[in-house]
């Protein structure tokens, strides 16, 4: 079966062609999975001289998707198609967030380290967005989760208080720029005295730190630097105190460099997971990953950046919860398939891997799915088609050709699948891919 855009498309597969950022903090040219990635999905040519830093899949404004037509042209966003036809998000998903798709899907190649931030809740975004459009430029929060394609690095959510004893202890540039009499006040605290004086202390250590004078701060890096260059000739630096001098070599004399002391260092491998929630502060320093997040490009920044910095807000802003974040391991759903499951309503991811000659298949779910092709090749079809193999099989539905060659999918090709829509997928060779979807749990409550 063809899909014109404008007909109706109940079980079809729709192509994507979806945009690219090239921030600063990304890679460079072919050495970033975002641009052979982007190159793929859009027959674009990579510029070696560019960063490629972000591929998004979905419909905020800043970066869409748009559907493939007739000639492989790509005129019609994701966002206009889904309005005029809002039966591929389902009944709950419309009841719930309306005619747009709930998440964001994106690949991240990350050179070097983001500014330290935080995403916030709905009703500081909203009053954020009515107040400040032109840096805030939606009214929807922002939790999100990110998936480690290779070792990912990133700051999250503050240290444990006892950490935080030590810390002060070993750092003594803190002191110099909060003063030695502000610090020492943890020496007064101790277990006895409960969770909500010990976060009171950290937010007000921390909101002093960042309110600093810059010439203090800069003094305060300076001398951290030098001393830690001077120690690593005779001892082994931790890692946090590694990562320091790395933070200043890409941002001299930023306060983050300093404020990176008070947050969790966190290692992911490949396969493992972090979800942020709101108004939690991170930072994501190294790696390439898969990261899905609640339709919204909302970031309060306060250090590791050269971008508007909102000090004020974000202090105000966090939750100030200490301790370890939760890493997700993904849960089996099948022998080639985990499931990411974080406490958000908007998304989950599915990582399948297929061996050699295996195949999958995706249930119908009552929401709408994205399929990232990470590599390989292989098949997808859904069940109101036949295998591939069979002359009435439906091409994904880019479809202006009916040719059986659009069954095929490779690396960097990106899917869009209606609610309650079967899919399909095997392979010749190894295929590697995600699928992006509203939260199954959302579905069992209706």
């Not at 005619?99 to 709905?122: C, E, G, N, R």
């Not at 920044?301 to 000090?311: C, E, S, Y």
């Not at 398939?337 to 249930?363: H, M, W």
């Not at 960097?412 to 060779?429: K, M």
Request: charged fraction near 20%.
């Amino acid at each position: 079966m063809v899909m014109e855009i404008n007909e109706k498309h109940e079980g079809d597969l729709v192509r994507l062609k979806c945009s690219v950022q090239n921030y600063d903090w990304g890679r460079i040219g072919h050495e970033s999975l975002v641009a052979r990635m982007f190159s793929s999905n859009c027959d674009d040519e990579i510029d070696d001289s560019k960063h490629y830093a972000e591929l998004w899949m979905g419909t905020h404004a800043s970066g869409p998707s748009y559907i493939v037509g007739e000639k492989g042209i790509a005129n019609v966003s994701l966002k206009s198609w889904i309005s005029k036809n809002p039966e591929v998000l389902g009944d709950v998903v419309v009841e719930k967030w309306g005619v747009d798709l709930p998440f964001m899907f994106k690949v991240l190649s990350i050179a070097q380290a983001l500014s330290i931030q935080a995403h916030p809740d709905k009703e500081l975004a909203g009053f954020l967005h009515m107040l400040k459009p032109n840096v805030y430029k939606d009214a929807n929060h922002k939790p999100e989760m990110v998936l480690a394609l290779t070792e990912f690095e990133a700051l999250c959510g503050f240290i444990s208080f006892k950490e935080l004893e030590a810390v002060l202890e070993s750092v003594p540039e803190i002191k110099e720029v909060v003063g030695t009499a502000y610090a020492d006040q943890i020496l007064h605290l101790n277990d006895q005295d409960g969770e909500e004086k010990q976060t009171q202390f950290l937010q007000s250590i921390f909101i002093k730190l960042m309110s600093a004078e810059s010439k203090v701060v800069a003094a305060a890096v300076t001398k951290l630097t030098s001393r830690l260059n001077m120690e690593n000739k005779t001892r082994k630096l931790t890692s946090k105190e590694e990562l320091a001098l790395k933070l200043e070599n890409e941002h001299p004399h930023d306060i983050g460099v300093i404020a990176s002391f008070f947050f969790n260092h966190v290692r992911l491998n490949p396969g493992e997971a972090l979800y942020i929630s709101p108004n939690e502060p991170h930072a994501y320093l190294g790696g390439e990953s898969v990261e899905c997040m609640a339709t919204s490009d909302n970031v309060v920044r306060a250090g590791l950046t050269p971008k508007h910095r909102d000090v004020k807000i974000l202090c105000s802003m966090l939750t100030y919860k200490q301790g370890s974040p939760e890493i997700l391991k993904g849960v089996p759903l099948n022998e080639y398939t985990k499931r990411y499951n974080p406490p958000f309503e908007e998304f989950e991811v599915d990582q399948c891997v297929l061996d050699q000659g295996a195949s999958v298949i995706f249930p119908a779910v009552p929401g709408p799915s994205i399929f990232l092709v990470l590599s390989g090749q292989g098949f997808m079809y859904t069940t109101s088609s036949s295998a591939p193999s069979s002359s009435s099989s439906s091409p994904l539905s880019s479809p202006s050709s009916s040719s059986s060659s659009e069954d095929m999918v490779r690396g960097g090709d990106v899917l869009f699948a209606p609610a309650n829509t079967e899919v399909h997928v095997s392979t010749e060779s190894e295929l590697r891919l995600y699928r992006a979807g509203v939260n199954h749990l959302l579905f069992l409550k209706t």
